[in-house]
């Protein structure tokens, strides 16, 4: 885990700026901490996650700490986020200046239903869920006049949209959809000067992370491979707030890797010791 010299003040980086938060769940979830920054920072938001969520989750602390109301909704429904961006600009008096996407779930996965014999209507569900849903929020605040010129929509992504890993499954296309479309909404909102990213994060140990069969191999392997480590969640939060701010203005359309290096990098010193002693020892 990296340290912070982060005054607990913060920079003011969002001082005056409005916006939603989709997807905190628990305090291990990227969007708490993304939620926590922007706080920090000076930002005020909307929380919101699906009402399923109410059962086991932890939302309305944060929400407490943060003096932020919270509306919840299913990211698939259209009347559910017209909802969201109706209560978002009154709770903020106008047009919002980010919306962060931290929504994810793989049904086969959670299911353990391997890849090549996936039930099409959960790899539909999860398609639907985990990336179409960026779509459905992006159109809903444009429908609802909600998106404030120069904004920041910002996504959650994984190295798993561009490299095969084999148990990350269908979640590597929802992953691959969700970068797509960050592309493409790209183009259009930037006639607006609304920029439109994503984070493709290092494996992190969160509640949607742990459903996958062999997270723990997958974060020690990409722990041993990036030079600088596993990036944490507060990192992860903390390089959210650049780009959600007025620093990262002409920043748009991109898959931004915050993963210690992982992404650049082959093979390492450490991985080829770890190599070299498993076949020494058969």
Not at 12 to 40: M, N, P, Q, Y
Request: proline share 2%.
């Amino acid at each position: 885990m990296s340290d912070s010299t982060i005054p607990a003040e913060g920079f003011g980086l969002l001082r005056g700026k409005t916006g939603v938060i989709f997807g905190a769940l628990d305090e291990s979830s990227l969007a708490w901490h993304i939620a926590e920054a922007v706080h920090r920072e000076g930002g005020r938001f909307v929380l919101s996650n699906a009402p399923v969520t109410k059962r086991f989750g932890s939302l309305e602390g944060l929400a407490e700490r943060t003096s932020s109301p919270i509306v919840y909704a299913d990211a698939t429904s259209a009347d559910d986020l017209g909802a969201v961006f109706a209560a978002a600009t009154e709770h903020t008096d106008g047009p919002l200046d980010f919306v962060v996407h931290s929504i994810g779930m793989g049904i086969n996965v959670r299911k353990k239903r391997p890849y090549e014999d996936l039930n099409y209507d959960w790899y539909l569900k999860t398609l639907d869920i985990s990336a179409v849903s960026l779509h459905r929020v992006v159109r809903a605040a444009l429908d609802a006049g909600a998106l404030a010129d120069a904004g920041s929509v910002l996504a959650l992504s994984y190295i798993g949209a561009q490299r095969t890993f084999s148990e990350y499954s269908e979640m590597g296309d929802a992953k691959a959809l969700l970068e797509s479309i960050v592309r493409s909404f790209g183009y259009r909102l930037g006639q607006r000067g609304i920029r439109i990213n994503a984070v493709s994060q290092s494996p992190t140990r969160t509640t949607a992370g742990s459903g996958i069969k062999g997270f723990d191999a997958m974060f020690d392997f990409a722990e041993q491979i990036a030079p600088l480590g596993n990036a944490d969640a507060q990192s992860c939060a903390d390089y959210c707030v650049t780009l959600l701010s007025d620093l990262s203005r002409m920043v748009t359309m991109q898959t931004l890797y915050h993963d210690g290096g992982f992404s650049a990098m082959g093979i390492s010193d450490a991985t080829v010791e770890l190599l070299a002693g498993a076949l020494a020892s058969e």
